[in-house]
Antibody, heavy 118, light 108 residues
């Protein structure tokens, strides 16, 4: 069955970096785009970034463009989110999601907590 | 930046019809998608491409769109449908995804 498992979260100080990973299984990883979506405590969902199936296209939300980088390793069935210059407002649960067709998020990971605090 | 606007809350009694709206300037040209999120869980897709229902989603869930507004309708809402519902779409450039602010559905 399709599984997405995020890891790499934790408590970090403002201005530092963190890399999230999302390992996929149960399907042909290289044929799907993947998104990262986050949810701040008590708040709604916020789209963060997307990487196309061949990584030729990456797009970012205004709030993270220039600080975050989405990438993928199709040989490891893994999508990454490298987060730099972290801010308090980046504190959230981060979900990875598979894109079945343009913008259809049909499977999600369980989410991973990122806390930015001094 | 592009925004999708939803009402913060909707309240219905069991068996009534719940309607949740989502407005956005690009919706006449871009599809709307709807996600259900129960407390502490990952979101679940309930409607895609304005009107289509994924397999496994009950028939009481339906979607529609007209102009700058998309609507999620739950016909005969059940207590188990209590959740936060989010619409999602993309901007006119096709590069920026955006979620609406979410609507808390209470079935009481």
């Amino acid at each position: 069955q399709v599984q997405l498992v995020e890891s790499g979260g934790g408590l970090v100080q403002p201005g530092t970096s963190l890399r999230l990973s999302c390992v996929a299984s149960g399907f042909t990883f290289a044929t799907y785009a993947f998104h990262w979506v986050r949810q701040a405590p008590g708040k709604g969902l916020e789209w963060v970034a997307v990487a196309s199936d061949d990584e030729s296209k990456q797009y970012y939300a205004d709030a993270v463009r220039g600080r975050f980088r989405i990438s993928r390793d199709n040989s490891k069935n893994t999508v990454y989110l490298e987060m730099n210059s972290l801010r308090h407002e980046d504190t959230a649960v981060y979900f990875c999601a598979r894109d079945l067709a343009p913008d259809i998020f049909d499977h999600w990971g369980q989410g991973i907590q990122v806390t930015v605090s001094s | 930046s592009y925004e999708l606007t939803q009402p913060p809350s909707v309240l219905v009694s069991p068996g009534q019809t719940a309607r949740i709206t989502c407005s956005g300037d690009a919706l006449p040209k871009k599809y709307a998608y709807w996600y259900q999120q129960k407390s502490g869980q990952a979101p679940v897709l309930v409607i895609y491409e304005d009107t289509k229902r994924p397999s496994g989603i009950p028939e009481r869930f339906s979607g529609s769109g007209s102009g700058t507004m998309a609507t999620l309708t739950i016909t005969g809402a059940q207590v188990e449908d209590e959740a936060d519902y989010y619409c999602y779409s993309i901007d006119n450039s096709g590069t920026l995804g955006v979620f609406g602010g979410g609507t808390k559905l209470t079935v009481l």
